[in-house]
Nanobody, 123 residues
Framework: VQLQASGGGLVQAGGSLRLSCVASGFSLRYRAVGWFRQAPGKEREGVSCISGADGKTYPRDPVKGRFTVTRDDGKNTVYLQMNSLKPDDTGVYYC?????????????????WGQGTQVTVSS
């Protein structure tokens, strides 16, 4: 059972990146998947989440209108499309599934975490 996040890199402010979260050993179908980030010296924070029940997404205020979460169940992958990137978006980005409520909803404790991918936005 493993999640692997990838797609990070160095980009200039205003640019875009697409992160991928691939699951192995289990299916992401009907599972909620959250994206989180941790900037240097700061606590990890939630970025957005996609529900496993209806595909509804829940972006946090700092990324609303800029970041979009989508899923491709055929590829067992969830994506985080990041547009109009800002230096404040710099950090290590993680994906995680949820262990509560059968893992379907963006709520409760996270059970599986990806290893993280570094995103650096230069000004």
């Amino acid at each position: 059972v493993q999640l692997q996040a990838s797609g990070g890199g160095l980009v200039q402010a205003g640019g875009s990146l697409r992160l991928s979260c691939v699951a192995s050993g289990f299916s992401l179908r009907y599972r909620a998947v959250g994206w989180f980030r941790q900037a240097p010296g700061k606590e990890r924070e939630g970025v957005s989440c996609i529900s496993g029940a209806d595909g509804k997404t829940y972006p946090r205020d700092p990324v609303k209108g800029r970041f979009t979460v989508t899923r491709d169940d055929g590829k067992n992958t969830v994506y985080l499309q990041m547009n109009s990137l800002k230096p404040d978006d710099t950090g290590v980005y993680y994906c995680a599934t949820y262990g509560s409520y059968s893992g379907t909803y963006c709520a409760g404790e996270n059970d599986n975490w990806g290893q993280g991918t570094q995103v650096t936005v230069s000004s």
